[in-house]
């Protein structure tokens, strides 16, 4: 029922902005901006996909933290999806959303939402943790550190 109230709500925003600018503007230039709002979303989307691929890729080098491009990420996912839907305002939406003020603005908020939807995901799986059945080995721990003297020391065999 969600869904449906949201998918409605967008089609008539949408159809209002349309008729509005059709009535303020003409319908050609109705259709005109609306396919170039179009074109210029899908040119930043590109941009900015290919900076946040690159974080990623700097992240995954270790050349910043890794947490740093996660909600870049999940705005550019938010963002693609406003800017493929078809309308001027989720277009412009969507572009917004890419910008940097509204990114940097949008940022803790996306990563207080991720926070928590990870501890609550955590929460999840740690209650739904099962113990297989198998074989118990008894033992002891060792506290003292264990060396191990440099002749004796060898290498893993190479691939």
């Known amino acids: 029922m969600r869904i449906r109230s949201i998918l409605l ?11 509005g600018l059709s009535v303020w503007l003409g319908v ?33 080098r270790n050349e910043i933290r890794p947490t740093e491009p996660l909600p870049d990420t999940a705005l550019l996912g938010l963002s693609s999806v406003l800017v493929i839907a078809p309308g001027v305002v989720t277009t412009v939406l969507g572009v917004a959303l890419m910008a940097g003020p509204a990114r940097r603005a949008a940022r803790p908020i996306v990563t207080a939402f991720g926070a928590r939807r990870l501890a609550g995901l955590v929460t999840v799986v740690s209650s739904r ?18 060396t191990v003297p440099t002749d004796q020391r060898q290498l893993p065999p190479a691939h």
Do not use: C, K, N, P
Request: glycine residues 8%; aromatic residues 10%.
């Open 9 to 19: 709500s967008y089609l008539a925003i949408e159809i209002a902005a349309f008729v």
């Open 129 to 146: 943790t099962v113990f297989l059945a198998g074989d118990v080995v008894d033992g002891e721990v060792v506290e003292e550190a264990v």
């Open 28 to 60: 050609g230039w109705a259709i005109l901006i609306t396919l170039l709002t179009a074109v210029t979303g899908y040119v930043f989307l590109v941009a900015r996909g290919r900076r946040v691929v690159h974080d990623l890729t700097r992240a995954a």
